[in-house]
């Protein structure tokens, strides 16, 4: 233990440094985001995030963008504790057969206009638990889905860029 504790000490670190964070690209973006909720609603954007029955791998990308690095708060995007407050449903995980009934009650409960976005390849069409005894498929099985976003899990630019095309396809519609 002792000379494997030297050798490291001596070598060094093996693994590559991580890439630089691109602050002023992140800033663009999220300030893009912004601009486009305030233009489709008028107002910031408001998120819910329900798990349908997730590895958790999508819910810490998601929870990564309220961190000091992200902050989309600043940019006018929030999470709400309520469907009733929501304009957007984040659903991650396939939906299992437990879950199916909350999802559509969750659904059923945010007022119009309202979007739902699936996050990460289980919400898509169910992931690696297609197929499963527990698992009721995709969130597009049990309601209307209006944007994927592919990952396992995706970063949390990657969500960032979806809620942009979101609302962009949004605007488009209108």
């Keep these: 233990m002792r000379k494997t504790l030297?050798?490291?000490?001596?070598?060094?670190?093996?693994?590559?440094?991580?890439?630089?964070?691109?602050?002023?690209?992140?800033a663009e973006l999220a300030a893009k985001v912004d601009r486009a909720a305030q233009a489709r609603l008028g107002r910031s954007l408001a998120i819910r995030e329900v798990d349908a029955g997730s590895c958790n791998g999508c819910?810490?990308?998601i929870h990564a963008l309220s961190n000091a690095f992200y902050d989309i708060e600043r940019f006018g995007l929030r999470f709400v504790a309520s469907p009733r407050h929501a304009d957007?449903?984040?659903?991650?995980?396939p939906v299992t057969k437990n879950m199916r009934?909350?999802?559509?009650?969750?659904?059923?409960a945010t007022p119009d206009p309202k979007w739902v976005?699936?996050?990460?390849?289980c919400a898509i069409d169910g992931g690696i638990f297609r197929g499963s005894y527990a698992c009721a498929g995709?969130?597009?099985?049990?309601?209307?889905?209006?944007?994927?976003i592919n990952g396992c899990p995706p970063s949390p630019t990657d969500l960032l860029k979806g809620l942009l095309a979101l609302l962009e396809h949004v605007g488009a519609k209108r």
């Design 6 to 26: 030297l050798e490291s000490l001596t070598y060094g670190s093996l693994t590559e440094p991580a890439p630089a964070p691109d602050d002023q690209a992140l």
């Design 88 to 93: 957007v449903l984040l659903v991650t995980g």
């Design 117 to 121: 976005v699936a996050v990460g390849g």
């Design 59 to 61: 819910e810490l990308e």
């Design 101 to 108: 009934q909350a999802l559509e009650r969750t659904y059923n």
């Design 138 to 148: 995709g969130v597009s099985e049990t309601v209307p889905v209006d944007l994927h």
